[in-house]
């Protein structure tokens, strides 16, 4: 796959407090906010369906499925940080052509998110999206 | 970098209850964006990340903080001079109650307390369809379930597509999609609200 660019933000999986607390474990059944893992908008039919990354322009994201390493780097600061796959997101569509930026670096539409446990190694968790690239 | 590491050192040292306390306050506060560019420790990806702490809040006795996990696993944090504290913003240790949610990043110690780096206090980011706007308040559509988010003067931002953050929150727009980052009321369905994106 060639590098991705985009935006990379955070979301809570596994039985936790507060809004997380009906979460559950994910379309792959595995996920959790403390482990170092990550949602893709490709991991099936269903899931493209749903997440349709291609109503914002990005054609030809890879298909991976559940377990899949992806490497996020946040270009705030080139901070990475290895994950597999345990769920389906993010919902791509909904926020396409959101952009953000430190200084002049800026990422467009949301193409991957994180558990709590990942996005906390590159980033701090209130800062709540960043401009990414993802690699394999 | 350095600075980043040797933060990580005296907070470990500070948390072993050296010298290094004085040391960490000496050294101050740094970029964030630097703090999370430092060096990780070997994680294998997929796996339970050890340096990092889910939970609720059970107990405090001086600067421990003992939380239970979602699997019922029981964590002691050591907070230190060093520690960057989050609860809607960034805020001090005596913020924090017992009861609260919280999720910490820090580095592990022979006795597997938790010297934490950060800790971020009932932070959540929520997905939802902005359902209606009162005042003060936004009602949102999450997964089902009503939340109210409360504006809270001085705090609450809002981000439209990039803009810079502003106290202006007009070019909401009810039905579309916002993302929230907020703390939680504690076993409520509430939140206090720091900043929601939006698209414009």
Redesign the interface.
Same mark, same amino acid.
């Given at each position: 796959m060639a590098a991705l660019y985009g935006e990379v @933000?955070?979301?809570?999986c596994?039985? @936790?407090?507060?809004?997380?607390g009906?979460?559950g474990h994910g379309a792959c059944g595995t996920c959790?906010?403390? @482990?170092?893992?990550h949602a893709w908008p490709n991991t099936s039919d269903a899931c493209y369906s749903i997440t349709r990354p291609d109503r914002c322009g990005i054609s030809g994201m890879s298909r991976r499925t559940c377990?899949f390493?992806h490497y996020t780097t946040?270009r705030?600061?080139? #901070?990475r940080?290895?994950?597999?796959i345990?769920d389906c997101g993010?919902?791509t569509d909904?926020?396409c052509?959101?952009?953000?930026?430190?200084g002049s670096v800026?990422g467009t539409n949301r193409v991957i998110d994180l558990t709590?446990? #990942?996005y906390?190694?590159?980033?701090?968790? @209130?800062?709540?999206?960043r401009p990414c690239v993802v690699t394999t | 970098m350095d600075t980043t590491m040797n933060r990580r050192r005296l907070l470990t040292t500070a948390a072993l209850g050296g010298a290094g306390i004085v040391g960490a306050t000496a050294l101050g506060s740094i970029a964030?964006? +630097?703090?999370?560019?430092?060096p990780?420790l070997t994680?294998?990806? *997929?796996?339970? +990340?050890p340096h990092?702490?889910? *939970?609720?809040v059970t107990s405090i006795t001086g600067t421990m903080l003992l939380v239970t996990?979602? +699997?019922s696993s029981l964590h002691s944090i050591r907070i230190t001079d060093g520690t960057?504290i $989050?609860k809607l913003r960034p805020t001090t240790f005596d913020r924090i109650a017992v009861g609260d *949610?919280l999720?910490a990043?820090g580095v592990r110690l022979p006795d597997s307390t938790l010297a934490a780096e950060?800790v $971020?206090v009932?932070?959540? /980011?929520?997905?939802a369809h902005l359902a209606a706007v009162g005042r003060n308040v936004l009602h949102l559509e999450?997964?089902g379930?009503r939340?109210i988010g409360h504006i809270v003067p001085g705090t609450t931002a809002a981000v439209y /597509? /990039?803009t810079p953050a502003v106290a202006d929150l007009s070019l909401l727009r009810i039905g579309r999609?916002v993302?929230v980052?907020g703390a $939680?009321h504690?076993d409520t /369905?509430e939140?206090d609200i720091?900043?929601v994106?939006a698209?414009a």
């Open positions: @933000s955070w979301f809570c596994g039985n @936790s407090w507060g809004p997380c009906s979460t959790n906010s403390g @482990s170092l893992q377990g390493l946040n705030c600061n080139g #901070a940080v290895g994950t597999r345990a993010p919902q909904l926020f052509g959101e952009r953000t930026c430190c800026c709590p446990a #990942a906390s190694r590159i980033a701090s968790l @209130s800062t709540g999206l | 964030p964006e +630097d703090a999370f560019a430092a990780s994680v294998e990806p *997929g796996a339970v +990340d990092f702490v889910e *939970g609720r996990s979602s +699997d960057s $989050w *949610g999720y990043r950060s $971020w009932n932070i959540v /980011n929520v997905r999450h997964r379930q939340i /597509n /990039n999609h993302q980052i $939680w504690p /369905n939140i720091a900043t994106y698209a």
